[in-house]
């Protein structure tokens, strides 16, 4: 099986959208969006993580010039980290938060 030699202008680019995202998680965190929507610096932290995690797999671990069956378990991995993401945020969110 041939190696697919990716071009170091494609590993700056994704190194700058990780370091755009990693800077706009900390903005995030800085930022009280709790006030609109309980929650939701939660939701956001957790979709900014997961579009760096799809950045890292995908081009870092050459998950995108994979064939189809690593293509199907790295899928296979992410919708059960969707499932286990759902249930967590099922689980905060159907909590009563009595503050004493």
Known sequence: MSEHIVS???YILIFAALMILTITT???ATVDL???FAGLNVIVALL???C???LVILFFMHAYYSSKR???IVFAGF????????????DYGS???DVH
Request: overall charge positive; charged content about 10%; hydrophobic content about 60%.
């Open 8 to 10: 170091p202008k494609i």
């Open 52 to 54: 760096k995690a799809v």
């Open 70 to 72: 690593t293509k199907l």
């Open 34 to 36: 709790n006030a609109h």
């Open 26 to 28: 900390v903005y995030a």
């Open 95 to 97: 909590r009563s938060w």
């Open 48 to 50: 900014i993580a997961t």
């Open 79 to 90: 919708f059960w980290l969707a499932i286990m993401l759902s249930l967590t945020l099922g």
